[in-house]
């Protein structure tokens, strides 16, 4: 199996990490403040995980999950990410990001800008519409359910073996896979679509947490992604 570079140790990075480890993924993860400060993380992950820089868990490792806030785009190290698979689960949140003008006319979206600032890495958009908590709860790995059984999280791309490499790894952590497409149909399933967190919450007024989470299937999925509309401040 791969080792996996988690650029990001926040609400998703994290969990991504857990889901990994338990799948028998090693993982390396970083944040903005250096390793030393991932040392309890890391701890309470165990054995399959150590601390890094950003650029070491990106270069030194064959997967990398991208998982910081959008506006930290610009402060990665870009050329650590040449030639890698990125998975790239960042959104638009103006409030936390500022106005993003291309992304608030619609002319283009957060995946594209990610991999237009990291131009040698094959992204792939995927985490980006499920809430941590629904990402930690619904996770089916290994034979547990069959394949078909499980929760789909939608993937873009427009490189094969990128995607390829991620459904691998979803497969491993408990996900099944729809395919929505080039990377420039991720608005499809970005904040305010109705693949956006929805599909994945049960609870009556939207109180999300992981008590609350339901399996979403693929046919929802599909109906879900096909009922987006792109809008002039559609992100
Ligand atoms: N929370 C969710 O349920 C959820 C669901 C789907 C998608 N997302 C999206 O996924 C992304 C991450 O969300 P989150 O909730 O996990 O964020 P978060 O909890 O705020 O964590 C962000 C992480 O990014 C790190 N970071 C920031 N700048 C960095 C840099 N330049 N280099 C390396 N690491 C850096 C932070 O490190 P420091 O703490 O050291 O600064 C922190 O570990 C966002 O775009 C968010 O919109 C979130």
Avoid at 81 to 105: C, H, M, S, W
Avoid at 117 to 126: E, Q, S, Y
Wanted: no cysteine; proline share 5%; net charge negative.
């Amino acid at each position: 199996m791969t080792t996996l570079g988690i650029v990001g140790a926040g609400h998703i990075g994290s969990t991504v990490a857990r889901l990994a480890v338990d799948a028998g993924v090693d993982v390396v993860l970083a944040n903005s403040r250096g390793p030393e400060t991932l040392a309890d993380l890391v701890a309470d992950l165990g054995p399959r995980a150590r601390a890094a820089t950003a650029a070491e868990a990106a270069r030194d490792t064959d997967l990398v999950v991208l998982t910081v806030p959008l506006k930290a785009l610009a402060d990665l190290p870009a050329e650590a990410f040449d030639d890698k698979v990125v998975l790239d689960t960042g959104n638009y949140y103006p409030q936390r990001d500022g106005q993003i003008a291309e992304l608030d006319d619609g002319s283009t979206t957060a995946s594209e800008l990610t991999a237009r600032t990291l131009p040698g890495a094959r992204v792939v958009k995927v985490f980006n519409n499920i809430f941590f908590q629904h990402l930690a709860a619904l996770a089916r790995p290994q034979a547990a359910v069959g394949s078909g059984e499980r929760t789909v999280l939608p993937i873009a791309g427009d490189d094969g073996a990128a995607k390829e490499a991620a459904t691998e790894l979803l497969d491993a952590i408990g996900y099944d896979v729809v395919d929505a497409g080039p990377l420039a149909d991720g608005w499809r399933f970005q904040p305010d679509t109705p693949a956006y967190g929805v599909p994945y919450d049960g609870s009556s007024d939207g109180t999300w947490s992981g008590d609350t989470a339901r399996r979403a299937s693929a046919d929802e999925m599909r109906t879900a992604l096909e009922a987006a509309v792109r809008r002039g401040d559609q992100r």
